[in-house]
Nanobody, 127 residues
Framework: QVHLVESGGGAVQAGGSLRLSCAVS????????MAWFRQAAGSEREAVAV????????YCTEAVKGRFTITKDNDKNTLYLQMSSLKPEDAGVYYC????????????????????WGRGTQVTVSS
């Protein structure tokens, strides 16, 4: 059974940095799509970034481009999200997601395309 476990969340001041991790267990197929989503209080969950062998890195949210970096360590089977220059609007619960099957490039940011999810890690950014 596949498990995704996020860690690395916390409270930081605006302008600070955090690195989120998502440890994957139960599979090691590097052809999976993996993504970070986030959900702010009172808002719908949105895609942040996706990584795959076919499409590389893709940032779904314009607001994070240049500040966030998604990477994957295949040896450690761990997904990362390096977040810098954090803003209060980046606060929320960050979720790791995975999909073992091919996703259309046009739909890789769609929440419904992912069927494996972690429980999330909270990020708080104070102004």
């Amino acid at each position: 059974q596949v498990h995704l476990v996020e860690s690395g969340g916390g409270a930081v001041q605006a302008g600070g940095s955090l690195r989120l991790s998502c440890a994957v267990s139960g599979y090691t197929d590097n052809h999976y799509y993996m993504a970070w989503f986030r959900q702010a209080a009172g808002s719908e969950r949105e895609a942040v970034a996706v990584i795959s062998i076919r499409d590389g890195n893709f940032y779904c949210t314009e607001a994070v481009k240049g500040r966030f970096t998604i990477t994957k360590d295949n040896d450690k089977n761990t997904l990362y999200l390096q977040m810098s220059s954090l803003k209060p609007e980046d606060a929320g619960v960050y979720y790791c997601a995975a999909q073992p099957y091919e996703i259309s490039s046009l739909r890789q940011c769609d929440e419904g395309e992912y069927n494996l999810w972690g429980r999330g890690t909270q990020v708080t950014v104070s102004s």
